[in-house]
């Protein structure tokens, strides 16, 4: 039996989705759930979790039941699905009484392959009722690691989802997250009651992801520049921190001549719902959002994700840079930060009005993304042993690997530095101490007799903007902290006393100026020889079949597919069906209308060889 189940789950991905073989582990996944066993799975964003319980649902009798938190995604993921000829549909709070009552009847009449529900109505009890008079897959709970409250999205819903296992304890269940770090894994376990599932833990590395951060003054400029420089025509998402700096960047971006729309929570709900509508559909809009937007965002070619802000830990920094390239095609993580990111998060966690422990965590978090951000060796080295897992070798695909920073000896600039903070009594901030290295004067220093202390005038060697710079690593190294009762004013830590001892020395990284330096991509994802001029002719194409059917672009085929298409130039239809992204459905619906459009193609450029 089991030979035959596999070649039922092999049978659906390629003809409903167009795909040759499983990725990494799916087979295994989709195989132990079509057996009846549990599973828990840790893939990155991008990875294809969704197969992995969507083919054992449509393979297994009866439905599959979704839960995800992510309503606002649910009208996609179903119109995606239909258009592949797979039986879903949705059930959730946006729905009238009509609607649900409709849904309902397919669910009782066995027409439904999937059925994707929110945790809030997965939890009344009409709905389980209703379950307990149907045939059931499977569950999949996605997003799994809402049920965790040391997680960042902890939704107390979820909490309840243990019912599943205590009301049908037969039926298996899949939980998915691209959280991946052991203390959430470990908690959905415990709270899912997952201890007999099998372990699908798949590594976190992202090998399509460029990553870069940079300190700097001018962000905003020199996010323009990269964005002009790499992604002058692609989708991408620019996050910023308050919803103010969400609507001038939107605008800045759109005088520049782009299509940038903003997304933040002081928006209304059909503004933003519209928004992200048109991101979705539209090609090449940039999204500017504070991190309300993205959540469970399934864009495939978002081609880059910018951050103008420091996030605050590494896994909403992997989470956010993880909507970037999930078609797997080379993308970019850019990340631009300065000093008063590092002072304003710490003010804001010491500040929390949490417990002590939850502060303590949330510095610690702190501390390792700022770790991240001065580190001098490979980020990606960095990011993947942040969730565990070791990389042996720099990844030679990051900003350090390609260009690694320089360090010099700061030793004794550290000292100036330090003693200056002490010497001004620790109650000023970075500006004020840098004017009195650098031995200036106004009426502020003269009042506090400042110029008259030993350390005005002793740091003129360097200029402020190497002085900032120094400033920003004591801050991010822990040397100095920033008080929030003193509005930011700079005080010494434990840690700087070795340091003006004389027992330790610092290296510091070196500030380079990142502007106009234009980046040589390294392309690891090998892009089968395209043609451009084809390509280009294929995607408006189908951005026209996209509009007439109010589906987003990649709903009709991927940019992946579109390129080999490019490449292969296929004439026929059985060419066409060895694509991969091109199933059986997709091939009657679309085959020929782009068969026709390469055919046009390649006449009008033979023609153009004759002339
Ligand atoms: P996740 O939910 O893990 O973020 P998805 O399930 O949305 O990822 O899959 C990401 C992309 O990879 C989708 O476009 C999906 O169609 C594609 N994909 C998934 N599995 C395969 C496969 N076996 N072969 C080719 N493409 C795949
Ligand atoms: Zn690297």
Same mark, same amino acid.
């Given at each position: 039996m089991q030979v035959e189940t596999g070649e039922a789950a092999l049978q659906v991905l390629k003809s409903?989705?167009?795909? =040759?073989q499983f990725r990494f582990r799916q087979a295994e996944i989709v195989q132990n759930l079509i057996d009846g066993n549990d599973a828990l799975v840790l893939m990155p964003t991008g990875g294809g979790k969704s197969l992995c319980y969507q083919i054992p649902a449509i393979v297994r009798e009866g439905v599959g039941i979704v839960i995800s938190p992510l309503i606002a995604l649910m009208q996609d993921q179903v119109n995606a699905l239909n258009t592949i000829g797979i039986r879903a549909s949705f059930l959730n709070s946006t729905q009238s009484f009509e609607t649900r009552g409709e849904v309902e009847q397919q669910l009782i009449n066995g027409d439904l392959d999937l059925l994707y529900v929110s945790p809030e109505r997965l939890n009344t009890s009409d709905f389980f009722n209703l379950l307990h008079s149907i045939d059931i897959a499977l569950f999949a709970i996605d #997003?799994?690691?809402?049920?965790?409250? $040391?997680?960042? =999205?902890?939704?107390? =819903?979820?909490?309840?989802?243990?019912i599943l296992h205590e009301s049908f304890p037969a039926i298996p269940r899949i939980a998915l997250t691209a959280t991946a770090d052991r203390r959430t894994r470990d908690e959905i376990i415990q709270q899912l009651e997952l201890h007999q599932a099998a372990r699908y833990i798949h590594s976190f590395d992202r090998p399509n992801i460029f990553y870069r951060i940079s300190e700097g003054q001018n962000n905003r400029e020199r996010l323009w520049q990269f964005i002009e420089d790499n992604h002058a025509e692609s989708a991408g998402i620019v996050y910023c921190l308050s919803r103010k700096n969400v609507e001038t960047v939107a605008d800045w971006l759109s005088r520049k001549g782009r299509i940038a729309l903003p997304y933040h929570a002081g928006m209304s709900s059909d503004q933003r719902a519209e928004h992200q509508r048109r991101f979705l559909v539209e090609d090449g809009v940039i999204i500017v959002a504070t991190i309300a937007f993205g959540m469970g965002i399934d864009k495939p070619d978002v081609r880059f994700v910018a951050h103008l802000n420091l996030p605050k830990t590494i896994e909403a920094y992997y989470q956010e840079t993880g909507r970037a390239g999930r078609d797997g095609l080379a993308a970019d993580a850019w990340l631009a930060y300065g000093m008063q990111d590092v002072i304003n998060l710490r003010m804001i966690n010491q500040q929390n009005e949490a417990e002590e422990s939850h502060k303590i965590l949330q510095h610690s978090k702190l501390e390792a993304m700022l770790g991240l951000c001065e580190q001098v060796g490979c980020r990606r080295q960095t990011l993947l042993a942040y969730f565990d897992e070791q990389l042996e070798k720099p990844c030679g695909h990051c900003d350090n690997c390609l260009l690694p920073p320089t360090t010099w000896d700061a030793t004794e600039a550290a000292r100036m530095a330090l003693s200056c903070v002490y010497r001004t009594g620790q109650r000023f901030g970075t500006n004020y101490v840098i004017d009195i290295l650098l031995g200036k004067t106004d009426e502020r220093i003269e009042r506090n007799r400042h =110029?008259?202390?030993? !350390? $005005?005038?002793?740091? !003129? #060697? +360097?200029?402020n903007n190497q002085w900032r710079s120094v400033f920003r690593q004591l801050l991010a190294f822990a040397y100095l902290e920033s008080d929030s009762e003193l509005h930011g004013g700079l005080r010494l830590t434990q840690h700087a006393k070795p340091l003006l001892r004389g027992e330790e020395s610092l290296h510091l990284r070196e500030v380079v100026e990142t502007s106009g330096k234009r980046r040589k991509r390294t392309n690891r994802v090998v892009v089968e020889q395209t043609n451009q001029p084809l390509f280009e002719r294929l995607r408006s194409l189908r951005k026209t079949i996209a509009e007439e059917n109010g589906v987003p672009p990649y709903v009709i085929f991927h940019d992946r597919t579109l390129h080999q298409m490019a490449a292969v130039q296929p004439l026929e239809l059985e060419q066409m069906a #060895? +694509?991969?992204?091109?199933g059986e459905k997709k091939l009657t619906r679309f085959g020929s209308i782009f068969l026709r459009e390469i055919e046009d193609f390649v006449v009008g450029e033979s023609g153009d060889e004759l002339n």
């Open positions: 409903r989705y167009g795909y =040759d #997003e799994a690691h809402c049920v965790s409250q $040391w997680g960042h =999205d902890f939704r107390a =819903d979820y909490m309840r989802l243990k =110029d008259q202390i030993s !350390t $005005w005038g002793i740091g !003129t #060697e +360097l200029g #060895e +694509l991969s992204g091109v």
